[in-house]
């Protein structure tokens, strides 16, 4: 596609439920990120994938977080047994891992997470 | 590590007079990046300006230009000829050689007509 697309882009669930957010990058990017932003809060680094591994999971909060990428495109950001501070908005973007730091990211629209 | 810093939680402009956003880093690396971000009240993230730490002119996209100061380690973004459409959060971004970028807490700004 053109651009980095999510779904859903809304979820609303009751707490104690799993869910699951996707993500399907630009085609080419091997770099796909996914953050984690409160309202009103900057962007929190939750897992970086370069291919299909993941390098970095520092950021996940829990082990209630997870995440995978399959065939170096989607990937899938599972939250098991969700809480109520888990509601905030779920950014992906992709990237390619250009040497020096000039990896510009493109971002998709966002999957905004209630938890009730 | 890397650290970014926006000093500014609120900023203020009269509709076509210029700003300036502040952005101050930290790193180790000694080849980086520096980005800007723009977030509508829609919530995406638009992408707005790069600079290289090794780019000898500041970089310029139309009406946004970086202030580069290597030096003093700070990316301020200038926005002239400011419009309604440039209310939002901004953020700034530092990536080097970890591919993982780290942004600042964002800086909102409203345009006042």
């Known amino acids: 596609g053109a651009g980095v697309s999510q779904s859903p882009s809304n979820k609303v669930t009751e707490k104690g439920k799993d869910v699951e957010l996707r993500c399907d990058p630009i085609s080419g990017h091997t770099a796909l990120y996914w953050y984690r932003q409160s309202l009103g809060q900057g962007l929190e680094f939750l897992i970086y994938f370069q291919g299909n591994s993941a390098p970095d999971k520092s950021g996940l909060p829990s082990d209630r977080f997870s995440a995978e990428r399959t065939g170096g495109s989607v990937s899938t950001l599972t939250i098991q047994r969700t809480q109520q501070e888990d509601s905030a908005v779920y950014l992906c973007?992709?990237?390619?891992?250009?040497?020096?730091?000039?990896?510009?990211?493109?971002f998709g629209p966002g999957t905004r997470l209630t938890v009730l | 590590a890397q650290k970014i810093t926006q000093t500014q939680p609120g900023m203020f402009v009269q509709e076509k007079e210029a700003v300036t956003l502040d952005c101050t880093y930290d790193?180790?690396?000694?080849?980086?990046?520096l980005f800007w971000y723009k977030q509508p009240s829609s919530g995406e993230m638009i992408f707005l300006i790069y600079?290289?730490?090794?780019?000898?002119q500041n970089a310029t996209e139309g009406r946004y230009s970086l202030n580069f100061q290597k030096a003093r380690k700070s990316a301020n973004l200038v926005i002239s000829a400011s419009q309604l459409g440039d209310s939002a959060m901004y953020f700034c971004a530092l990536s080097g050689g970890s591919y993982i970028p780290t942004f600042g807490r964002g800086t909102s700004l409203i345009v006042h007509p």
């Open positions: 790193t180790s690396d000694p080849s980086y990046g």
């Open positions: 600079q290289g730490s090794y780019d000898q």
């Open positions: 973007a992709s990237s390619l891992p250009l040497a020096g730091g000039n990896n510009e990211q493109f």
